[in-house]
């Protein structure tokens, strides 16, 4: 479904901070990371942002093979960009992200799961990349009852501009009437934003919302003076004072928009775990320890 709008005028936030998206080790891969940052800590309610791969993957080369692992107090969430993942949880869900696909977890108070490109991937090979990103849950959402959902891209709504240059996948939130697939926990949009050269968008943001701009690929210009380009500076966080930001294509790009109601928590992370107080943290490792977060099979 498509909902064709105008750009309007509107009242543009102003830019808050240009943050890098520099390599990281995890484990046997490299991997971006543009949050947390030396500059930026986390953009309230966005703890991580991972951009992993592009990646080769082929029999003799599999990297990213993420065997079981916890979480808790959060949602870990995966936009597949290219390739294909086998997902599996404690939960007993087990389901096959294509490119495209979102897989939204709720951690909430525990949740085991494991991701990997799936065994018919790896056999015929091919590229994979994908967005991790860590969205906080407020202290009273900490430990609600863990859920997964899976949303297909082909199940997505889009929002398009006029000249049709500029086409925003709604995968979660709502912009203009559109919403999107994912039930979420908290007030927060998330979209696909496919710019073509040459075109321009102005996109709203609400005004409660702390909000951040992310390139996977391309060049484009931000508010008509910041140029964000593909390996310089690739994330853009805004200031709550106007109504959204204005996107022009330099040339073909794929951006992440993220916007969410910060939580003004106090924010104490270990590993899997996001919580509000290193009691939680301790509390979090004995769980698991005891199985009160599941079990699934390596």
Avoid: C
């Avoid at 750009?7 to 890098?20: D, Y």
């Avoid at 525990?110 to 991701?115: D, N, R, S």
């Avoid at 590993?271 to 599941?294: C, F, H, L, S, W």
């Amino acid at each position: 479904m498509e909902n064709i709008i105008k750009a309007n005028i509107m009242k543009l936030n102003t830019i808050k901070s240009v943050g890098r998206s520099d390599f990281v080790n995890m484990g046997p891969i490299q991997l971006r990371q543009p949050i947390p940052t030396r500059t930026i800590d986390n953009i309230d309610p966005f703890i991580l942002l991972h951009h992993y791969g592009p990646y080769d993957i082929s029999e003799q080369h599999n990297p990213f093979d993420l065997g079981p692992h916890p979480h808790r107090g959060f949602e870990p969430i995966t936009f597949l960009i290219q390739g294909e993942q086998l997902h599996r949880d404690s939960l007993g869900n087990e389901s096959v992200v294509k490119a495209g696909d979102v897989q939204w977890t709720t951690a909430g108070r525990g949740i085991i799961h494991a991701e990997a490109p799936t065994k018919s991937f790896v056999k015929k090979g091919g590229v994979l990349e994908g967005i991790q990103l860590w969205l906080n849950l407020p202290a009273e959402k900490k430990m609600i009852e863990a859920n997964y959902q899976h949303a297909k891209h082909e199940d997505f709504r889009k929002v398009v501009s006029d000249d049709t240059k500029v086409s925003v996948q709604i995968i979660a939130g709502e912009l203009d009437g559109v919403y999107g697939r994912i039930k979420t926990q908290t007030a927060v949009n998330a979209f696909m934003v496919d710019v073509e050269a040459g075109g321009a968008f102005n996109l709203k943001v609400p005004k409660s919302h702390q909000s951040t701009v992310y390139l996977l690929k391309g060049d484009v210009l931000i508010n008509g003076s910041e140029n964000l380009k593909l390996n310089e500076n690739q994330l853009i966080e805004f200031h709550q004072d106007g109504e959204g930001f204005s996107i022009e294509g330099n040339e073909n790009s794929k951006l992440l928009f993220l916007s969410g109601t910060p939580f003004n928590e106090p924010v104490t992370t270990y590993g899997p775990y996001v919580m509000n107080t290193q009691t939680e943290i301790m509390e979090a490792m004995r769980d698991y320890q005891m199985g009160k977060m599941g079990f699934l099979p390596v």
